[in-house]
Each structure stands twice: as structure tokens, then as C-alpha cells.
């Protein structure tokens, strides 16, 4: 999609955002939230778009209106639209940016396997605009990175395999200032990374932990490691998910495809920041080389772990993966993310992630940007009981809980993580509930794979 600021638009439709009580001469449009009325006048059409009371008006408000406006246009099979930017200047191009990120999100559609191809909005003409052209570069760079995020989720499992992350990482590394290294099946085995190499084992298509490092910034800036749960398939392995719960087990790689998106997105826009991307990636299949429940596995830090279900097996990938990046790298600090627990959907729902953290300062970032960027989190503790439920008693932890069944699953599974990040600097973000929604796209929110977590850590690493 092309953006292109002009006073002159081509186009015959225009898109409008009104505030409530504006005085507006159409019949039954009050410019409530989510009133969406088009008009036509001697051939050229108005969308008008309802934004609710000026005075309460937000940027999150435009954002979503503006997602909503450009899904109707969709409908309209328009190939280009004008969008006048709202009137609500507050001293900055807040709500200017928020609008242009809603016109970008709002336009994804997942329809590579629709015979039917819809009309797509080439061209979207900003009227009233102030940005700056690199601003615009940097809305278009992160939106794009969130649809390659969105592409992979959505895309098959038997595709999206881990040897399909590890090219799609070596990819992104091929043309930047950036290295890439995968450790493959026998190196895990080797290196002793056993709780990935355990979770991978019943599948025809192996594990492997691609570790991405890129250096933006100057040497001293200390460096974020980024890890992202990528179970390619989670089948539940010998703890078989029932019919219901593992339709949609190809998002469970969600993690790893945000923490590729961050990656490209600092690649592309040059961001002064030193990262690292750290993807485990396994098939969590179930068969005669499946691990077991009941067995204990000695992880890569040297604890060891009874399995109490194979189907807890992210903590166990991101146990292995964050321990082996701390050894490798010694990063400043480790935000991992993961569609860790059905636990955190019962808790926040799908319109807020979990948040956990050793860190007050940390969690407090990582919630500030989740307000700018509207990609909330809200944050749980990780007390020492939680910790002390998952004591092992033939080996060192155990993978669940004491706890009743189901109770706390969100909690203990942190503290599960917690038990391997030491001293450093650490956040979870337990994004099961917000990375995937079934129902049908919400504003910029888009139906199936959200992307969640691109632009809420972009805005973190402040770029
Ligand atoms: N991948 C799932 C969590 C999940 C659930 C992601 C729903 C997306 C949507 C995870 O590996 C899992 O199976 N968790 C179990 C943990 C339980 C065995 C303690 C869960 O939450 O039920
Ligand atoms: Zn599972
Ligand atoms: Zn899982």
C-alpha cells in the first residue's frame, strides 16, 4: 500500500473522522464510536467515521477508527482512498500517527489460500497531513514487519517448520549488520541443550535455536536479548490436546515470529540498538520417539526436570534457550515472549498480555509502551510460593505445578523461567490470549495471527 501526502487528492472517496455533536448535516449519524456512514454528493463519496466525545478522543480511539474505516472502504472495493487527518492537533502528530497506523494494520487480510482474491487499496492519500516523510517510512517499515509476523502465524504448520525459521532468520541476516547462527539437531545434543532437544523428538522435522545478533548501536549500549517460543506445531506431544484445543497450534510459534519481525524491522530502519533474537524452535509431535511424562531431563543450566506433561513444553524450550543465550551473550536483559498458557486467556482475555519480571523498572518500560502502542500488558507477580510449588522431588523442578490442577498455570509457568534467568535482568510476556483471535479482526487488530508484540517492543527499544 502506497501512502502519498497531498491537498490534491485523485481519488473520489474520502474518508472522514467526526467527532460526536459535530455539527454534520446527515441524517441518523451522531459520530458515536463505530458509526460508519458513506455519502455520495454529484460522484465523489464521504465516509464519515464516528470518534465519540472530542474531548475523550485518543490516539488508541483513531487508531481503531481509522483500521475500521479502511475495512469498509475494502468492502466498497476501492483501490485508492483520501484520508483527512482529524482535527484534534494536542501540539504533536500523535493522532496522525496513530492514523496512519490504523490505515496500515486494518488493511491485512490472510487470504493466500482464498481462490478469491479481494481488491486491495493501492493508494491511500493523506489530506492534512504533517508528518514527516521518514516518520511515514518508519509507520510503513513497523506495519510491514507486523504483517510478516501475521504471514508466518497464519501460513500452514507442515510449511512453517523449525528449518523454515532458521532461512527465513539466515534471510534477514544475508544483507545486514547482522549474524546468524542455528544450532541444528546433533549441535543441540552436543551442547547439551536437552529440554530442547527432549520437546523436539517425536517430530520428522527437528528442533533447532537460531540466535540472531545485531548491533545498531554503539559497542557500550548494552544488549536486549529477545527470545520467542517457537513451537512450530504444539500437538500436546504424549499429553495429546483434545479436539477443540489444538485447531489453531501453528500460532504457538508466535513468539518466534515477533521476535523476527523486531529483528527486521531494527534491520531495516537502522535502529541505534544492540539486539539479539534468540528462537528456539521445535514441533511438539507426538509418536514412538516422543518424550515422556514422568521422565526427568537434565536442562542445558544443569537442573534437572520432571515432566509432569509434555504439553507444558515451552518453559521448557525457553529454559534451555534463555540459559544458552545468557552463557552466549551476556545481554543486559531478556524479554521473552511466548503463547505460554491457556492460564493467562482465563486471566486477561485476549485484549491484554501477561507481564511478569524481576525487574520493577523493566515491567514499568515494558507497561508504558504497551499503553503507547495500545498492545497492553498487565502485570502479575511471581512470589516465592509460586516458586516453591514447583520443587521436584525425584529431580530438581518439576514442569507443573503442586498447585490444584489449572490453578495459577500463568504464574507457575514464569516461575518456571525465573528458575533460569539468574541475576539478569528479565520480563515474560505470556501473549497466548492476544497473538491469535478466531472471531474476526477487531479495528487493527486482524483476524487470526494479531501480531502482537512487534510494535509494543519496537516502542520499548525506542525505535
Ligand atoms: N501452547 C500452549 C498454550 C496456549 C493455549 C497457547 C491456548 C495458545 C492458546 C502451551 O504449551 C500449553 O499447552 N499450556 C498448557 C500448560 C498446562 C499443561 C500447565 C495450558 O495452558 O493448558
Ligand atoms: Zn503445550
Ligand atoms: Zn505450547
Known amino acids: ?7 490534491k487528492p485523485k481519488s473520489t472517496l474520502t474518508v ?16 458515536a464510536i463505530d458509526q460508519i456512514n458513506t455519502h455520495y454528493k454529484n ?15 485518543t490516539p488508541a480511539i483513531i487508531r481503531t477508527a481509522a483500521a475500521k474505516a479502511v475495512q469498509a472502504v475494502q468492502k466498497l472495493k476501492r483501490k485508492a482512498v483520501a484520508v483527512t487527518v482529524p482535527e484534534l492537533t494536542n501540539g504533536s502528530t500523535t493522532f496522525e500517527t496513530a492514523m496512519i497506523e490504523g490505515i496500515l494494520l486494518g488493511a491485512y487480510r490472510y487470504c ?12 491511500v492519500e493523506i489530506l492534512g497531513g504533517t508528518l514527516p516523510p521518514a516518520d511515514v517510512r518508519r509507520l510503513q517499515c513497523i506495519s510491514e514487519s507486523v504483517n510478516y509476523a501475521r504471514n508466518l502465524v497464519n501460513e500452514n504448520a507442515s510449511v512453517i517448520t523449525p528449518a523454515y525459521l532458521a532461512k527465513e532468520a539466515r534471510k534477514l541476516a544475508a544483507t ?20 530442547i532437544t527432549a520437546v523436539g523428538s517425536g517430530s520428522a522435522t527437528p528442533p533447532v535455536l537460531i540466535m540472531l545478533e545485531y548491533r545498531g548501536g554503539p559497542r557500550k549500549v548494552p544488549v536486549t536479548a529477545l527470545v520467542g517460543k517457537g513451537v512450530t506445531f504444539d500437538s500436546g506431544g504424549q499429553n495429546l490436546k483434545p479436539t477443540g484445543s489444538i485447531e489453531t497450534m501453528r500460532e504457538d510459534m508466535v513468539g518466534a515470529a515477533a521476535v523476527l519481525a523486531v529483528l527486521s524491522a531494527a534491520i531495516r530502519l537502522k535502529a541505534p540498538v544492540n ?40 518453559r521448557l524450550i525457553l529454559a534451555d534457550a534463555i540459559a544458552y543465550c545468557r552463557n552466549t551473550f551476556k545481554p543486559a536483559r531478556v524479554i521473552d515472549l511466548a503463547t505460554l498458557t491457556g492460564g493467562i486467556i482465563t486471566a486477561l482475555g485476549e485484549q491484554i498480555a501477561g507481564l511478569f519480571a524481576n525487574s520493577d523498572e523493566l515491567a514499568a518500560a515494558l507497561f508504558n509502551a504497551g499503553e503507547e502502542t495500545g498492545e497492553r500488558l498487565w502485570r502479575l507477580p511471581v512470589y516465592k510460593e509460586y516458586s516453591d510449588s514447583l520443587k521436584g522431588d525425584r529431580g530438581d523442578l518439576r514442569n507443573l505445578s503442586k498447585f490444584r490442577k489449572g490453578c495459577a498455570s500463568s504464574i507457575t509457568a514464569a516461575a518456571f523461567i525465573q528458575e533460569f534467568v539468574g541475576d539478569t535482568e528479565w520480563a515474560h510476556l505470556d501473549i497466548a490470549g492476544t497473538a491469535y483471535n478466531e472471531a474476526g479482526a477487531r479495528g487493527e487488530i486482524a483476524q487470526f495471527a494479531s501480531g502482537f508484540g512487534v510494535r509494543l517492543l519496537a516502542s520499548y527499544l525506542g525505535f
Not at 176 to 195: G, I
Request: proline letters at 5%; glycine letters at 10%.
Open 16 to 31: 472522514r473522522f467526526i467527532p460526536e455533536n459535530d455539527t454534520i448535516d446527515l441524517p441518523d449519524f451522531t459520530g
Open 275 to 314: 539486539l539479539v533474537g534468540v528462537i528456539p524452535a521445535v514441533h511438539n509431535a507426538i509418536g514412538s520417539r516422543a518424550f515422556f511424562p514422568g521422565d526427568i531431563y537434565t536442562s542445558y543450566a544443569g537442573k534437572t526436570v520432571e515432566i509432569w506433561s509434555t504439553d507444558a513444553e515451552g
Open 1 to 7: 500500500m502506497k501512502i502519498r501526502y497531498t491537498e
Open 112 to 123: 493466500a489460500y482464498k481462490s478469491e482474491k479481494p481488491v486491495e487499496i493501492a493508494t
Open 176 to 195: 545486514s549488520q547482522c549474524t546468524v547462527t542455528v544450532l541444528d539437531a546433533t549441535e543441540l545434543r552436543r551442547k547439551k541443550l536437552n529440554l
Open 43 to 57: 460522484g465523489k463519496g464521504t465516509l464519515f467515521c464516528g470518534i465519540g466525545p472530542r474531548k475523550s478522543c
